[in-house]
């Protein structure tokens, strides 16, 4: 949602100087320079939750997660060159040749890091929560490393549906079949995605990247383009309550 307030104050004062010094309008140079203090406040309040989606919500050691770092610098990189380009500004806020240089340059790098913005919604899914209220993955819960960690209670989850375990730096899906609990990696082995964000039918996990399918007993690729099987933890009930090993 904030995404697009310093893209439009930002491109918005890029298009004003050039204008501006095209026509001779110098009165939209002032214009210009309020819309890039506002650009760049706004971008740094847009940044907060973008940098909370990067460290929670990204899956590690995955495409999504490489595609995320080189959004940020070039969301850095733009964001540095329109601050520099308003320090090319004289005291009537008129820009100097090279800063608009600089603006347009900031303004390319900022459509870059807004495509890559894109294919993270679409194609990583690193967006607003998508599932129905009774499918997928609905928690994340947070485990210190042990040799085995309480998942939940037996009755937690529904037939088919998923919960996300992070135990120490690893995250573990936890999720109920027909034929009872299973607890396997989150980490899809073809680029990373993550299960817990998939979807869970007959013992089968599917990855919402790409569509690998995985058995969820056996860590079997049963469909690809994954290749690779994926960990399984053994999972045992004690006392109404459903253990991990891990």
């Known amino acids: 949602m904030l995404v697009g307030?310093?893209?439009?104050?930002?491109?918005?004062?890029?298009?004003?100087?050039?204008?501006?010094?095209?026509?001779g309008r110098r009165t939209w140079f002032q214009t210009a320079s309020h819309m890039n203090a506002l650009g760049l406040g706004t971008a740094l309040a847009a940044a907060v939750p973008g940098l909370i989606d990067y460290?929670?919500?990204?899956?590690?050691?995955?495409?999504?997660k490489q595609r995320a770092t080189d959004h940020m610098f070039a969301n850095l990189s733009a964001l540095t060159l329109f601050a520099l380009a308003r320090a090319g500004r004289r005291r009537d806020a008129e820009p100097r040749a090279w800063s608009i240089a600089v603006e347009l340059a900031g303004t390319g790098l900022m459509t870059v890091a807004g495509w890559l913005g894109g294919t993270l919604v679409y194609r990583n899914q690193i967006a607003v929560e998508h599932l129905t209220a009774n499918a997928g993955s609905h928690e994340v819960a947070v485990?210190?490393?042990?040799?085995?960690?309480?998942?939940?209670?037996?009755?937690?989850?529904?037939?088919?549906?998923?919960?996300?375990?992070?135990?120490?730096?690893?995250?573990?899906?936890?999720?109920?079949?027909?034929?009872?609990?299973?607890?396997?990696?989150?980490?899809?082995?073809?680029?990373?995605?993550?299960?817990?964000?998939?979807?869970?039918?007959?013992?089968?996990?599917?990855?919402?990247?790409?569509?690998?399918?995985?058995?969820?007993?056996t860590g079997k690729a049963t469909q690809g383009p994954a290749e690779e099987s994926i960990g399984t933890y053994e999972v045992e009930e004690r006392e109404g309550r459903i253990h991990i090993r891990t």
């Open 5 to 23: 307030f310093p893209v439009a104050y930002l491109f918005g004062s890029a298009c004003l100087d050039v204008v501006g010094r095209a026509t």
């Open 55 to 64: 460290v929670f919500a990204v899956p590690p050691k995955s495409s999504g």
């Open 143 to 217: 485990l210190p490393e042990r040799e085995t960690v309480d998942a939940g209670a037996i009755d937690e989850l529904d037939v088919d549906q998923m919960k996300l375990l992070r135990v120490g730096d690893r995250r573990i899906v936890f999720a109920r079949t027909e034929k009872g609990y299973v607890a396997f990696d989150d980490r899809c082995t073809h680029k990373g995605g993550s299960l817990a964000d998939g979807s869970l039918a007959c013992g089968t996990v599917q990855c919402p990247w790409h569509g690998s399918q995985f058995d969820v007993s």
